[in-house]
């Protein structure tokens, strides 16, 4: 049982409660009274700080209503990685470009939007141009697909609402590893995605290229998914040996 004392503290009492709590969800999802246990804290105190935190978004409500670890834990530590991510990104955006003749774009979430935070263009000839720090909608493209797909169960459920794509969908996403769209986003434009993972494992940012549907095809998964799923496995190589 995890208790605070002046030895272990910080000397700001509140804090060091809240790390206890959010020490005590690493270990998975726990409810009130499993919370009480594992913390050593009273009843009321676990309470007030685990609702305190989950309106911080630090921790959340499992189906069960179970306390887990909440999604802006894992928006900052995405933040913290972001520098490595994009000087890992440049090349295998570049040779993905090169390989497909096609516009590459690393996307990462931020809320309810997708953040075009890398792109290599196609240098000629009819492309589509997404600029670095386009904002753009979680409720329909491949890239959102990727993000999306492998959220919480609850997070989930909230991004499905009014989206352009189903759980049908994403759970057959989430089984080939890769997700395609077509005239999702914008009309006469198809794209390709897949997910690059952190060092933990949990998805990070999507991968994608993206066309005309003229030339990438109404298919374009067909001609492109295995090589936008071998750069974004080499991005998540990259980030793992540099312990992002």
Not at 25 to 49: D, F, I
Not at 197 to 219: D, F, H, K
């Amino acid at each position: 049982m995890d208790k605070i004392s002046e030895e272990n503290g910080s000397g700001v009492g509140v804090l060091d409660k809240a790390a206890v709590v959010l020490g005590a969800l690493e270990a998975g999802p726990a409810t009130l009274a499993q919370l009480v246990q594992s913390t050593g804290l009273a009843r009321p105190t676990a309470h007030r700080l685990a609702v305190a935190l989950e309106y911080h978004h630090l921790v959340s409500r499992d189906m069960q209503g179970r306390f887990i670890l909440g999604p802006r834990l894992g928006e900052l530590a995405a933040a913290a990685g972001e520098d490595r991510l994009l000087a890992a990104a440049g090349p295998v955006l570049a040779a993905l470009r090169d390989h497909t003749s096609e516009s590459a774009q690393l996307y990462r979430r931020q809320g309810d939007h997708r953040i075009c935070v890398a792109a290599a263009e196609r240098p000629i000839g009819l492309r589509d141009s997404v600029p670095l720090g386009a904002a753009l909608t979680m409720k329909a493209g491949s890239a959102a697909q990727i993000l999306l797909a492998w959220e919480e169960p609850d997070r989930l459920h909230r991004g499905l609402l009014g989206a352009r794509f189903t759980a049908t969908q994403l759970s057959a996403v989430r089984r080939r590893g890769w997700a395609q769209s077509i005239g999702e986003r914008e009309p006469g434009v198809g794209s390709v995605s897949a997910p690059v993972r952190g060092p933990n494992g949990r998805v990070v940012a999507a991968l994608s290229i993206s066309g005309p549907i003229e030339r990438i095809t109404r298919q374009p998964g067909r001609l492109h998914a295995a090589s936008v799923m071998s750069s974004a496995n080499h991005l998540t190589e990259l980030l793992r040996r540099a312990g992002a």
